[in-house]
């Protein structure tokens, strides 16, 4: 195996047991084949270590990790998964999100071609009772729109999905991995695109839907105004890494203008992001 060329998949898991075999599949249909994945289950009480030592039987790829305990947050068994990868690229996904087939191949064709450090890619919104149907084949070409994603564009909204990253993991190891931190529960992953931009990783955004997000309900990232106050936090932190806090005051209120208006457009009304 090209080890430049292989991917190691996190997928942290809480009583995911109602669609962690559709995640997995998605995954396992990827027209990419060197992949493992690591499923971290964070001490579920359901089925879900059941489903995926089943899956796990009949694929040696795909392997399951056990917390010793609950840890109250996706960050913790991210980090334990980390620790387990030895690929040159990790990948994300949440454990009830799906993939279209060609993910990571477009992923890595791209960055190669655009020698970035980190991939992601637009997302599109998806319930329970609207399951989409199998995706139409992509090319990839010069011609697939990106777009390069500065600092000032992460500030002013995270649009970086976590189930369409991929990453080289050597950075997110340099970084320390994702801030396991109560208050930073679902706004992990935006800490962490922030604080690997700051060093200086490329991000590339290819603008097509590669990833199907689940929408639920009782979903972390649903609970909205705890996220609006955990978004300014991570601002918050963002500049005081800077050595510039006195700035933060002044550019919070337009920040968090600009993360409301292209929250609801985005995934309220448009349905992707």
């Not at 191949?105 to 399951?131: G, N, P």
């Not at 369409?164 to 706004?187: H, K, N, P, W, Y």
Request: with cysteine; glycine share 4%; aromatic share 8%.
């Amino acid at each position: 195996m090209d080890h430049a060329q292989s991917v190691t998949i996190i997928v942290p898991a809480f009583n995911a047991g109602r669609w962690i075999g559709q995640t997995l599949k998605s995954i396992q249909a990827q027209t990419h084949r060197h992949w493992q994945v690591l499923v971290a289950d964070d001490a579920s009480t359901d089925d879900t270590p059941r489903i995926v030592s089943e899956l796990a039987k009949e694929d040696d790829r795909i392997r399951l990790l056990r917390m010793p305990a609950n840890t109250g947050g996706p960050a913790g068994p991210r980090n334990f998964a980390l620790k387990q990868a030895t690929s040159e690229w990790v990948a994300f996904c949440d454990a009830d999100d799906i993939w279209h087939a060609q993910k990571l191949e477009v992923q890595l064709r791209i960055a190669a071609r655009k020698k970035a450090d980190l991939v992601c890619t637009s997302i599109r919104d998806f319930t329970s009772s609207r399951f989409l149907s199998d995706d139409a084949p992509v090319v990839e070409s010069d011609a697939m729109p990106t777009e390069e994603i500065a600092l000032w564009r992460l500030l002013s909204k995270n649009v970086i999905p976590n189930s369409s990253v991929m990453c080289r993991r050597r950075l997110i190891a340099q970084e320390g991995g994702f801030d396991t931190s109560r208050t930073l529960v679902a706004v992990e992953d935006y800490d962490l695109w922030l604080r690997l931009v700051e060093s200086g990783a490329k991000v590339t955004k290819v603008q097509m839907p590669l990833v199907n997000y689940r929408r639920l309900p009782d979903s972390l990232s649903a609970r909205k105004l705890r996220l609006a106050k955990r978004v300014l936090l991570v601002l918050a932190r963002h500049f005081a890494r800077r050595q510039r806090q006195w700035l933060f005051p002044l550019a919070a209120p337009c920040l968090m203008a600009s993360y409301v208006v292209q929250a609801v457009y985005l995934r309220m009304w448009a349905g992707r992001l």
